[in-house]
């Protein structure tokens, strides 16, 4: 089966600085890279996703790309701000949101002011 | 409101005492799936379904039961619930496609003592 890993599993940054959090994966059938975010008691929400036929996506402050080659994806966070704390999961799958999504372990990421 | 909507938010309960989480979506979505989160472990899927009266085993489901007799409705039942099964658990769902969003309930922290 698919198995995903994503490192740092903490990350601090200094409010303005750039976040990066990458993950991995095995499975060369995966077709479909999510990003998820969850706050502090809350549930996760979609932030952003990639398909494995497109390199790069980017939504303002946000981007990820992909090397299918390699079998990684990066979730790329410019100009930090404290509403940016989160731990964020990256994902794969090869059919959709639902249908059997592998996460990555979860990086803590906090914003220093 | 679009939304998944699982009950109970918390619940404690004792070792071997049956229990079912209650999942329900009004987004009339084909895939349901559940997930349990624990620290370090990340989102881990337990089972999920792509349709009515179609489940499949996710990557950790010893220890739990599933049904799907209502399109909207996908119940996580533990038979005999045991302190390994303590975790906070999301119910997510999404329609069918490559590229669709997961959309989580809120989360039901579970203690098993």
């Known amino acids: 089966g698919e198995n995903v890993e994503q490192h740092p599993s903490t990350l601090s940054v200094q409010e303005g600085d750039s976040a990066v959090i990458k993950c991995t994966y095995s499975?060369?059938?995966?077709?479909?890279f999510p990003w998820y975010k969850q706050e502090l008691g809350k549930r996760p929400q979609l932030i952003i996703d990639?398909?494995?036929?497109?390199g790069e996506k980017k939504d303002q402050r946000i981007a990820v790309t992909l090397n299918k080659t390699a079998k990684h994806f990066s979730l790329h966070i410019t100009e930090t701000q404290p509403e940016d704390s989160a731990v964020y999961f990256c994902?794969?799958?090869?059919?959709?949101?639902?249908?059997?999504?592998?996460f990555g372990t979860g990086t803590q990421l906090k914003v220093e002011l | 409101e679009a939304q998944v909507t699982q009950n109970p938010r918390y619940l404690i309960t004792v070792t071997g005492k049956k229990l079912t989480v209650t999942c329900s979506q009004n987004m009339n979505h084909e895939y349901m799936s559940w997930y349990r989160q624990d620290p370090g472990l990340g989102l881990r899927q337990i089972y999920y379904s792509m349709n009515v009266e179609v489940t499949d085993k996710g990557d950790v489901p010893e220890g739990y039961k599933v049904s799907r007799k209502e399109k909207r409705n996908f119940p996580l039942i533990l038979e005999s619930p045991s302190p390994n099964q303590t975790s906070l658990y999301f119910c997510?769902?999404?329609?069918?496609?490559?590229?669709?969003?997961?959309?989580f309930g809120q989360g039901t922290r579970l203690t098993v003592v």
């Open positions: 997510a769902s999404s329609s069918r496609g490559v590229d669709t969003e997961a959309f």
């Open positions: 499975d060369s059938a995966s077709n479909y």
């Open positions: 994902a794969a799958s090869q059919g959709g949101g639902g249908n059997k999504l592998t």
């Open positions: 990639i398909r494995s036929n497109v």
